[in-house]
């Protein structure tokens, strides 16, 4: 086809003289027990695995946990329900720890005004239980 080619473009008087295009050498059939990686006579697109570089030191923390948050383990329907009813439950326990009558007895011991007005007591147990629940949830259950 090359020469085809180059033989028109020499006979067409307004072009310039363009030199001829080398033809690709042909590649010796293979067969495919002397190379296991060519399928027929084409090549393989990239490296081969076994041939790739390999990092025989140990990964460090810091690359462990990037790959720990690359990779997650999925987590199972019974872990995903606990996870999402944590919180529900520790509320629940709050209230139920400071609705207690020895929480009430205890706390008008330690402010006596609390004797006068239920809403008084009531808004210190409330803001008792937020503590309580921010302490558990940020400290104590953080910790994995």
């Not at 020469?3 to 072009?15: E, S």
């Not at 919180?87 to 005004?113: E, H, N, Y």
Request: with cysteine.
């Amino acid at each position: 086809m090359s020469v085809y080619y180059n033989q028109q473009v020499q006979n067409t008087p307004n072009i310039p003289n363009v030199p001829s295009i080398p033809s690709m050498p042909s590649m010796p059939n293979m067969s495919s027990t002397q190379n296991p990686h060519i399928i027929g006579n084409e090549a393989p697109d990239g490296d081969l695995i076994t041939q790739l570089p390999i990092d025989q030191h140990q990964p460090t923390p810091h690359e462990v946990q990037i790959i720990d948050t690359l990779f997650k383990k999925h987590k199972g329907t019974m872990d995903v329900m606990f996870e999402e009813a944590k919180d529900s439950i520790i509320v629940a326990l709050v209230i139920i720890l400071f609705c207690l009558p020895q929480v009430d007895a205890t706390i008008q011991k330690l402010l006596p005004i609390t004797h006068k007005s239920p809403y008084i007591l009531m808004l210190i147990k409330a803001l008792a239980a937020g503590v309580l629940f921010w302490l558990l949830k940020h400290f104590y259950l953080s910790r994995k």
